[in-house]
């Protein structure tokens, strides 16, 4: 990973759509602002990964050094999830490549004309969002092992 302290405003694929279609439906066109005007960090989309999977994260090191460890197992189904991952393993370490060199810290969009002239605000929360990803890349990932089960 790369800077994941940096702040993002997250926001779902079907929301923006939704609110493209809504821009579209009007008489004069005017630019809006597609945001869901909430930020999280990308530390904190780690930590709701992690807790889909059934794990907490523990962080140690800083900066470059700094390495996400698993560190409680909070669901029963873990080794079904994840039998890749163990207490006390490194899943995620800091890689200076993935620094951007004209990185900016914070991004967070103003919907708020869009909520005003158009009715809209995102249905999709970040968690609900983490959680369609993860069982999404769960999916592909069983995929992957039954093809080279089956020497493929």
């Known amino acids: 990973m790369g800077n994941i302290d940096a702040l ?18 009007q008489d004069e066109p005017e630019d809006f602002v597609i945001a869901t005007g909430i930020q999280y960090s990308v530390r904190q989309f780690i930590e709701m990964a992690a807790q889909q999977l059934g794990f907490t994260v523990a962080w140690h090191g800083q900066g ?36 951007r060199p004209t990185e900016v810290e914070t991004l967070l969009g103003d919907p708020s004309k869009a909520r005003e002239k158009l009715g809209w605000s995102p249905e999709i929360t970040l968690p609900e969002m983490v959680t369609e990803m993860v069982e999404s890349d769960l999916l592909e990932a069983r995929r992957a092992v039954m093809l080279r089960t089956a020497g493929l």
């Not at 779902?12 to 493209?20: E, L, S, T």
């Not at 029963?76 to 207490?87: G, Q």
């Open 8 to 25: 993002r405003d997250w926001g779902h694929a079907k929301d923006y759509v939704r609110m493209q279609w809504l821009m579209l439906q």
């Open 64 to 99: 470059v050094d700094e390495v996400g460890i698993v560190d409680q197992i909070t669901t029963p189904e873990w080794a079904e999830r994840c039998p890749a991952l163990s207490p006390g393993m490194v899943f995620m370490r800091i890689d200076p490549r993935y620094f």
